[in-house]
């Protein structure tokens, strides 16, 4: 019977993947890239006495980010940004994060929010280094079938900020009791990603490099079932304790609603104004063409990953400078020499 059994899902698994449409195919991303562009907004967090979990950075300004709840007796933990060596390759080594707490070199973030009802809690760290930018939410929430990343610590591995690749599988309000004691209800996003304590806290990220959910866990009765607190929440828990982040990405182009009866039509003998070029004329009084714009943008990405430790400082300047020489007029070197400044 086992054996008959055995077999028809054998055969079912294979119908399945057999019916797949080959319009079907994997989304078209680098995930290198993408892990690239994400992975500096990571935090690797630290709370004494209970353990370590993962957390992102939605507020630069603010230096606010959000990571798992984290208990009333802990007022503060202390978190981490991705450490580079000197090629720019992200330092995985956990001992050596783990280090820097006693040492003093960790940042030390204060807990200004939590609610366990979404088993989420905000940050407000003591400082951002610079050159760290935050990672910009989605306005809304995934599609079933969509791919997904998330980045994370697990705590059984000795290396942190790995990523895994997964698909969303469900969407909805879910309750999930915890413990005894702790009960979530939450908007969920249901993933195939696989996550691991130590995971909780972190960015689960689309195809665009955006937050669209917070790692809850594994749950333990299914097979690449794994749980997300859903964009929709963190967004709720944000209007809920009335903290204004700076948006960036699609929900920061959206478009003010007008109320059509509020907007004056010009009449017809009215003198109007001569159209302005959309060109975007740079400090020099030069333009700069899309393609310059876009070249600087992607080398000032990439000076960031030296943006971390004294030993990298004069890396960090030589390639913000060798932006400010080879493309003047763009907006990548008004924002280079800022930081340039400073450095200095």
Avoid at 72 to 91: C, H, N, Y
Avoid at 93 to 121: C, F, Q, T
Wanted: glycine share 6%; charged share 25%; aromatic share 6%.
């Amino acid at each position: 019977m086992n054996v008959v059994s055995n077999s028809w899902k054998l055969f079912a698994v294979l119908g399945c993947l057999c019916s797949i449409p080959s319009g079907w195919a994997a989304d078209e991303v680098d995930t290198e890239v993408l892990y690239k562009k994400t992975v500096r907004s990571c935090l690797f967090v630290v709370v004494p006495e209970l353990g370590t979990a993962s957390g992102v950075l939605i507020d630069s300004d603010k230096k606010l980010a959000i990571t798992r709840y984290v208990p009333e007796r802990f007022a503060s933990v202390f978190v981490q940004f991705p450490m580079v060596d000197r090629d720019g390759a992200i330092i995985s080594n956990k001992g050596k994060y783990m280090d820097n707490v006693p040492a003093g070199r960790a940042i030390r973030a204060k807990v200004v929010y939590r609610d366990p009802s979404r088993e989420l809690s905000f940050l407000e760290l003591e400082k951002v280094p610079l050159g760290i930018e935050a990672m910009p939410l989605a306005a809304k929430s995934l599609a079933i079938g969509a791919t997904t990343w998330n980045i994370g610590s697990p705590a059984a591995v000795e290396q942190v900020f790995g990523v895994t690749e997964g698909k969303v599988r469900a969407i909805g309000i879910e309750k999930i009791s915890l413990s005894k004691d702790v009960t979530i209800r939450a908007r969920m996003i249901t993933t195939t990603n696989p996550t691991n304590i130590g995971d909780t806290g972190g960015p689960l990220i689309d195809k665009r490099g955006y937050l669209v959910g917070v790692t809850l866990g594994v749950v333990s009765d299914g097979q690449l079932v794994s749980r997300f607190i859903d964009i929709s929440e963190v967004r709720a828990f944000l209007n809920e304790k009335k903290l204004l982040i700076k948006e960036l990405g699609d929900a920061a182009v959206e478009k003010p609603k007008v109320d059509p009866k509020l907007v004056t039509v010009p009449k017809k003998d009215e003198t109007t104004l001569p159209s302005v070029d959309p060109k975007k004329e740079t400090p020099g009084g030069t333009t700069a063409t899309p393609a310059q714009e876009r070249e600087a943008t992607e080398l000032l990405r990439r000076s960031k990953l030296f943006s971390m430790g004294e030993d990298n400082r004069p890396t960090y300047m030589a390639k913000l400078q060798e932006i400010i020489k080879k493309y003047p007029s763009t907006m990548a070197a008004k924002d280079a020499k800022k930081i340039l400044d400073a450095l200095k």
